[in-house]
């Protein structure tokens, strides 16, 4: 990122919010004369607004030359303060400011800056520096961080099963709700909103919640649970579709069919809806997440319900009349 906006001299927070908010409100039509003296007042104020703005200048108009998804939430992003975020995050980043690991996590937009991410529908395979294996499902993102001291993982959202390699230095996997240390492991990792889930296929995952007091557990072999910023739930065995995702499939067995929607609706833009009369039927088998179509057209045969689509974007599953 540096390099692509040359690295001019460094920017301070402060101003880059106001460069932001100038460029903003500008982009939203002519300021007003009002509005236009007091841009001038702040832009003469100081060199350092007049650094900010040249440079932020130069950065509007290159964006449309790159492909990054924070460029283009800085473009395209609906709401203005999501445009705001990003084209803050890229006047620092394009600054060469001192933008650390710790900002990084505190931001909203912190997806559209991810080491590592995949789009709705896409799954991901990677091989990270210390040759352990990393793969993502749909519309996840990671950070990855490794120096002489420690590797880290950071889930930013979504879903990822990892392969950890052996080495020296300690791996820590991060989420939003606690730490995992692994142990010459493999496991599954998802977050939800309200908590994590694991499961463990290999190997022990040392876990500590991000507001619990007392001790690790440690998680075992063939165990998953999912645990808050405050404490975990009881380990069971794992499920028989635990990472199934990672060879394109979902596993069903006896799901409700609007839990089944929810899934199948991880792999495909738009929505995807669940009639509540129809919701608590119970499906069961192994579907293809790459052809939700052929899945949504398979459910009409085997279940009593129809497909209702207003487009391909806006689909309903409902009780067959």
Same mark, same amino acid.
């Given at each position: 990122?540096?390099?692509?906006?040359?690295?001019? /001299?460094?920017?301070?927070?402060?101003?880059?919010?106001?460069?932001?908010?100038?460029?903003?409100?500008? +982009?939203?039509?002519?300021?007003?004369?009002? $509005?236009?003296?007091?841009?001038?007042? !702040?832009?003469?104020?100081?060199?350092?607004?007049?650094?900010? !703005?040249?440079?932020? =200048?130069?950065?509007?108009?290159?964006?449309?030359?790159?492909?990054? &998804?924070?460029?283009?939430?800085?473009?395209?992003? &609906?709401?203005?303060?999501?445009? $705001? =975020?990003?084209?803050?995050?890229?006047?620092?980043?394009?600054?060469?400011?001192?933008?650390?690991?710790?900002?990084?996590?505190?931001? /909203?937009?912190?997806?559209?800056?991810?080491?590592?991410?995949?789009?709705?529908?896409?799954?991901?395979?990677?091989?990270?520096?210390?040759?352990?294996?990393?793969?993502?499902?749909?519309?996840?993102?990671?950070?990855?961080?490794?120096?002489?001291? +420690?590797?880290?993982?950071?889930?930013?959202?979504?879903?990822?099963?990892? #392969?950890?390699?052996?080495?020296? $230095?300690?791996?820590? @996997?991060? #989420?939003?709700?606690?730490?995992?240390? &692994?142990?010459?492991?493999?496991?599954?990792?998802?977050?939800?909103?309200?908590?994590?889930?694991?499961?463990?296929?290999?190997?022990?995952?040392?876990?500590?919640?991000?507001?619990?007091?007392?001790?690790?557990?440690?998680?075992? &072999?063939?165990?998953? %649970?999912?645990? #808050?910023?405050?404490? !975990?739930?009881?380990?069971?065995?794992?499920?028989?579709?635990?990472?199934? !995702?990672?060879?394109?499939? %979902?596993?069903?067995?006896?799901?409700?069919?609007?839990?089944?929607?929810?899934?199948?609706?991880?792999?495909? $833009?738009?929505?995807?809806?669940?009639?509540?009369? @129809?919701?608590?039927? %119970?499906?069961?088998?192994?579907?293809? @997440?790459?052809?939700?179509?052929?899945?949504?057209?398979?459910?009409? @045969?085997?279940?009593?319900?129809?497909?209702?689509?207003? #487009?391909?974007?806006?689909?309903?599953?409902?009780?067959?009349?």
């Amino acid at each position: 990122m540096n390099g692509a906006f040359n690295a001019p /001299p460094d920017i301070g927070t402060a101003v880059a919010e106001q460069a932001v908010s100038w460029l903003v409100e500008m +982009q939203g039509g002519a300021l007003s004369p009002r $509005r236009q003296q007091a841009w001038e007042q !702040w832009l003469h104020a100081h060199p350092e607004h007049q650094r900010a !703005w040249e440079h932020i =200048q130069r950065i509007n108009q290159r964006l449309r030359g790159l492909s990054s &998804p924070l460029a283009h939430a800085a473009l395209n992003a &609906p709401k203005s303060s999501s445009r $705001r =975020q990003a084209l803050k995050l890229l006047l620092l980043l394009g600054a060469g400011s001192a933008l650390t690991w710790g900002l990084r996590e505190q931001l /909203p937009v912190t997806p559209l800056l991810a080491d590592f991410s995949t789009p709705v529908g896409q799954r991901r395979n990677l091989q990270l520096h210390d040759g352990s294996q990393l793969q993502l499902n749909t519309a996840s993102a990671v950070d990855v961080k490794f120096d002489a001291q +420690q590797r880290v993982i950071r889930l930013l959202e979504g879903e990822m099963l990892l #392969t950890a390699a052996r080495d020296s $230095r300690p791996l820590q @996997v991060l #989420t939003a709700h606690g730490s995992l240390q &692994p142990q010459g492991a493999r496991l599954n990792v998802r977050q939800f909103g309200d908590r994590t889930e694991i499961a463990v296929f290999e190997g022990r995952v040392a876990l500590m919640p991000t507001a619990h007091t007392g001790s690790a557990l440690w998680v075992e &072999p063939h165990q998953q %649970l999912s645990f #808050t910023r405050q404490a !975990w739930n009881t380990p069971r065995p794992l499920d028989a579709g635990s990472g199934a !995702w990672t060879d394109g499939m %979902l596993v069903a067995a006896h799901m409700r069919l609007a839990d089944f929607l929810v899934e199948l609706g991880r792999y495909r $833009r738009g929505q995807l809806n669940c009639d509540p009369k @129809v919701a608590d039927l %119970l499906i069961s088998g192994t579907y293809p @997440v790459d052809d939700s179509e052929r899945v949504l057209d398979l459910l009409a @045969v085997s279940l009593p319900v129809r497909i209702k689509r207003f #487009t391909r974007y806006w689909v309903t599953v409902e009780a067959r009349v």
